[in-house]
């Protein structure tokens, strides 16, 4: 797993208003903690656009001053209209303990259910795992060959090595589901047949009819 290096000040105040001010200045609160003492520092706002506004995850590198730490993403709390972040909570990690952190999913393959018209769904876009921070990966491919319409690869159908995957065995991953518009041609070539076997009885019933009278 990739490692993206984030530089911050340390905090000098902890009220509401050193809060405000440092959100004025642009700056995100922050705190690290973990193995060792918790740390409080500032970020610049500008600064998270590659760690936090892509699909991808990553590992932290902290640089506060003279401290510096490898640690996770553990909470981001976001401004309700702006959406700007307003604080971030970073957990610190050991390389020789294993560690649980949200790996992206990636598809591969092609669905014989997408040749067949259908279409696939992503259930899950990053799984949760737990392992050692050298065995964890960029991504977790899962290959959907073959995947048929109305089936579903789930968290129990793949496997990766060293890594334990925490999400439930029964959650889907991917799914093959059938779209709107073959839905659409399915229905209407059944009522296609169910109106032409109700004009073929319509038809069976008039001869008969017909032969009645004639007796």
Do not use: W
Not at 62 to 72: I, P, Q, T
Not at 102 to 117: E, H, L, Q, Y
Request: proline letters at 3%.
């Amino acid at each position: 797993m990739k490692v993206i290096a984030l530089k911050g000040d340390v905090r000098k105040g902890l009220g509401k208003s050193d809060t405000k001010q440092l959100r004025k200045e642009g700056k995100v609160p922050c705190v690290v903690y973990g193995k060792g003492t918790n740390q409080h520092f500032a970020v610049y706002q500008a600064d998270f656009k590659n760690l936090v506004y892509t699909p991808n995850t990553y590992l932290v590198k902290l640089e506060v001053e003279n401290d510096v730490r490898l640690a996770k993403v553990q909470e981001l709390q976001f401004h309700p209209v702006s959406e700007d972040i307003i604080h971030a909570d970073f957990y610190e990690v050991a390389t020789d303990k294993p560690i649980s952190i949200t790996v992206p999913v990636k598809i591969t393959g092609v669905a014989p259910g997408v040749r067949a018209g259908g279409k696939l769904q992503l259930k899950i876009k990053k799984l949760l795992v737990s392992g050692l921070i050298a065995d964890l990966p960029e991504f977790i491919e899962v290959n959907i060959d073959e995947l048929e319409i109305g089936k579903s690869v789930k968290v129990k159908d793949i496997s990766v090595e060293k890594l334990d995957l925490l999400d439930s065995d029964s959650n889907s991953i991917v799914s093959c589901v059938v779209t709107r518009a073959a839905q659409s041609e399915a229905d209407e070539e059944e009522e296609g047949e169910e109106g032409a076997e109700g004009e073929e009885g319509a038809e069976g019933a008039e001869g008969e009819g017909s032969s009645e009278s004639k007796e």
